[in-house]
């Protein structure tokens, strides 16, 4: 297991206990604080009518639960192939992601966010998903920052390896998301956002449109309704570019148009 590996080097191990303590602290703790203390912080609804085209297919929560594995994985090939010389690009990697979870949290910490998903128990691979996610930390979508955050980083540290498999397996979890309904369309939006703005080099808008048009371009869904759906979370990304810009100017927070939109909407 990577994990152990970066454990039990005493150059990687300050890193893996970084990240581990912030994805506990920013998400798994955070959030239940918010399921045990309801109210404190308001809940919005953010489902979209376009959620309606995407049909519940229990499926893919394979994929869906891969994400984090996904780049688990990526760190052991890359600790495997390249071994202590990569033991430094692998801090960076650990210490990006840990922050991640805590950029994500500048969000959640100001307003959380829902959707509406299925109780569905036909795989036991659910089961976790309804036993211990509150389901309260929608926008902007974890799941989507940390694939595109795995394939943007290894693409420039193990180019061939993450163009041709990591960015495929981001576009996949991403649509994942979608299709065991734990996303909305609006939360992809707003995860592509939140990575534009967490490393613009590695993500910059053009990246993020080139991301958006290969989702559901395998006819998994109606062409008119992949269309209508990538359409809707391009045009969103970019207005919370252009408002995040605004804010930014005027000396607000990154977090402004993200907070402002799910202040907009009903509460749960």
């Not at 691979?125 to 974890?142: G, Q, V």
């Not at 993450?162 to 981001?170: I, T």
């Not at 045009?235 to 402004?256: D, I, M, P």
Request: aromatic letters at 12%; hydrophobic letters at 40%.
């Amino acid at each position: 297991m990577p994990f152990l590996q970066t454990l039990s080097q005493p150059q990687l191990r300050v890193s893996t206990i970084r990240c581990i303590a912030s994805i506990i602290r920013h998400f798994f703790c955070a959030q239940h604080r918010a399921a045990f203390l309801p109210g404190r912080i308001r809940v919005a609804q953010v489902d979209h009518p376009l959620d309606e085209k995407i049909p519940f297919a229990p499926e893919h929560i394979g994929e869906y639960l891969d994400f984090v594995p996904s780049w688990i994985r990526s760190l052991g090939f890359m600790l495997k192939t390249q071994g202590r010389k990569s033991f430094a690009t692998a801090c960076t990697f650990l210490d990006s992601m840990g922050a991640l979870y805590a950029h994500a949290g500048e969000v959640y910490q100001r307003h959380l966010s829902t959707t509406k998903r299925p109780f569905y128990l036909g795989n036991p691979r659910f089961i976790p998903l309804h036993a211990l996610d509150p389901h309260l930390m929608c926008i902007p979508s974890l799941h989507v920052m940390v694939v595109i955050r795995t394939y943007t980083f290894f693409r420039r540290e193990l180019p061939p390896f993450a163009e041709k498999e990591l960015y495929q397996s981001a576009i996949d979890i991403t649509e994942s998301v979608l299709f065991v309904k734990q996303h909305s369309v609006n939360c992809i939006s707003a995860a592509l956002y939140a990575m534009s703005c967490f490393e613009p080099e590695l993500f910059p808008p053009a990246e993020a449109a080139r991301f958006v048009g290969d989702l559901f371009a395998d006819e998994r869904l109606d062409a008119c309704d992949a269309r209508e759906i990538r359409s809707h979370i391009l045009s969103l990304y970019q207005r919370f570019l252009r408002e995040g810009e605004t804010a930014r100017g005027n000396g607000g927070h990154w977090t402004k148009p993200l907070v402002d939109f799910l202040k907009a909407l009903p509460p749960q």
